[in-house]
């Protein structure tokens, strides 16, 4: 055994070190006090602020500042940061936000990402607990999505990294592994991929970046609920397979970015199941609707994937970023991605120990602990909390649904299939308005609204036609702010109108 280096030892070379720890270490203590009071304070009371508000310029133009050679004070950069960044912020927190898919956070996170910073653990591989915590969740996912102990799981940023390493397992399983080492081009093989229109971009681009290239991707029509169509789709891989390409990958989705659709996922197992082709969902916010007993149903043959991406950072509340991917047969994910290095040795005992590692799954070696966060989320609030609030978001919208069914000037765009609500306002009087204008008017409403602070939609574009889209994913949206949507886009809107009108009639004069 060796010998303990002794601590005198220690402390006399810890003397002539460079060290970035603070010598002052209960002065550090006091003002890692206040910060964190700070955002437990700005988390507390975020129904007092606005959800956004627009950066001043000589704000924006302070982070044009030169770099700092010297130090400053930690309290003078967080007074800096309370001033200048806190109250800039994208409003994902706020529960006035609905625009895009985002979710809200939680203190919990919060405090489980200061913890995962003070282990600052490395999750590429190796033995330590964080994997263990990592692992922990891989095994709670299986048993949520009715996956096999021989699936593979792996955090990742987000659903668009998840749907692009699901994509070049397929590619792999397709090609054989060599592809990996002789090229797609090598193979001979012309391969496609299909999903719905309703598809999230990132599944282009997974196809970009994979080298497989973006037309191969047959982007089928939708069904009037935004689904994908069964019987075309099927009709395609037939064709292409006639023509000489070979269809390799079939991506579902749970839960459109544009609609909260849910492709008919039973189905699209049992044609990828007879077409023998991979069959991958996004389910980047939708599949967490699992945890909701009411929702789970739904997507009935998500279990039969051989792969599944989904974020825990938006239903899931998790703070950013925490995406996850799922593999049925964790040895052909392995194989897709696993490479040896001298420096990335393995041994039986050690540090080194613990093989199979995560950087054996994915294109990142160096990783950080998504899992702590993810694992304090699942734990502090429990699946049955986390689901109720799943439900409570597509109450909202359905909610939402009734409000607008009983005001004339605001009408449903796209059936509400989940959490996110399409509409337009229209016409309150009986003039003629030319549909770009009425686009160009329901344009201004989400601007405006943005700026006003107090609710904030996004916009999409459904058949054509603008769309105010209200995507109700955080846990702090109550009906509160659904009433202040209907209100304020009405006053928005008549004013808007009115204002058009005016316009017209001097022109006619
Ligand atoms: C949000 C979303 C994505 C992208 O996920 P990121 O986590 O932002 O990378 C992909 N697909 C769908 C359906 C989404 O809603």
């Keep these: 055994m060796l010998q303990r280096i002794d601590s005198e030892v220690r402390s006399k070379e810890a003397e002539g070190g460079q060290t970035l720890d603070p010598n002052d270490w209960r002065g550090l203590r006091a003002q890692a006090h206040y910060m964190m009071d700070d955002m437990l304070d700005y988390l507390e009371h975020i129904r007092e602020r606005p959800v956004w508000q627009p950066i001043p310029a000589e704000v924006r133009a302070r982070f044009h500042a030169a770099l700092p050679s010297l130090p400053t004070q930690l309290a003078a950069a967080h007074e800096e940061f309370m001033r200048e960044v806190l109250p800039y912020a994208g409003g994902n927190v706020h529960p006035g936000f609905m625009g895009w898919v985002q979710g809200g956070g939680t203190p919990v996170g919060m405090l489980a990402e200061m913890l995962a910073a003070g282990l600052n653990a490395n999750l590429g591989g190796r033995d330590h607990m964080p994997i263990e915590v990592e692992q922990q969740i891989v095994r709670w996912m299986r048993e949520i999505f009715g996956f096999p102990e021989s699936a593979s799981g792996l955090f990742v940023t987000g659903t668009s990294m998840a749907n692009l390493i699901a994509t070049v397992i397929a590619r792999d399983v397709a090609l054989g592994f060599e592809a990996r080492v002789r090229g797609i081009v090598a193979s001979g093989k012309r391969l496609t991929a299909y999903a719905s229109n309703a598809a999230h971009g990132c599944v282009t681009r997974a196809m970009d970046i994979s080298g497989i290239g973006s037309d191969a991707l047959r982007l089928i029509t939708t069904d009037g609920r935004g689904r994908i169509d069964l019987d075309l789709l099927e009709e395609t891989i037939e064709q292409d397979r006639r023509a000489g390409f070979a269809p390799f990958l079939v991506v579902g989705t749970a839960g459109t970015t544009d609609t909260g659709a849910i492709d008919n996922l039973d189905e699209l197992a049992e044609i990828c199941a007879r077409q023998k082709i991979w069959f991958h969902v996004d389910g980047a916010y939708g599949a967490l609707a699992m945890l909701a007993p009411e929702l789970a149903p739904r997507l009935k043959g998500l279990g039969r994937a051989d792969s599944l991406a989904f974020d825990f950072h938006k239903w899931g509340q998790v703070p950013y970023d925490a995406g996850f991917l799922l593999v049925r047969d964790g ?163 008549r004013a808007l109108e009115s204002n058009y009108v005016s316009c017209l009639k001097t022109e006619l004069n």
């Excluded at 490479?339 to 994915?362: F, K, N, V």
């Excluded at 109720?388 to 509400?416: D, P």
């Design 331 to 493: 040895v052909v994910h392995r194989k897709a991605f696993a490479a040896s290095a001298a420096y990335l040795q393995r041994e039986q005992r050690g540090i080194s120990g613990g093989s199979s590692w995560p950087c054996d799954y994915g294109p990142d070696l160096s990783r950080g602990f998504h899992a702590l966060k993810t694992w304090f989320t699942l734990k502090v609030y429990g699946t049955e909390a986390l689901g109720k609030t799943i439900a409570g978001t597509c109450e909202l919208a359905r909610y939402l649904e009734e409000r607008i069914a009983e005001t004339t000037e605001i009408e449903l765009m796209a059936a509400v299939e989940l959490n996110i609500v399409c509409f337009r306002y229209r016409s309150a009087f009986f003039v003629e308005i030319r549909e770009i204008e009425s686009d160009h008017i329901n344009r201004e409403i989400v601007i405006e609204l943005q700026e006003s602070g107090s609710v904030a939609p996004s916009s999409t574009i459904l058949r054509g036609r603008f769309c105010i889209r209200a995507a109700i994913v955080n846990h702090r949206t109550t009906r509160a702010e659904i009433e202040m949507l209907i209100e304020q886009t009405l006053a928005l809107g």
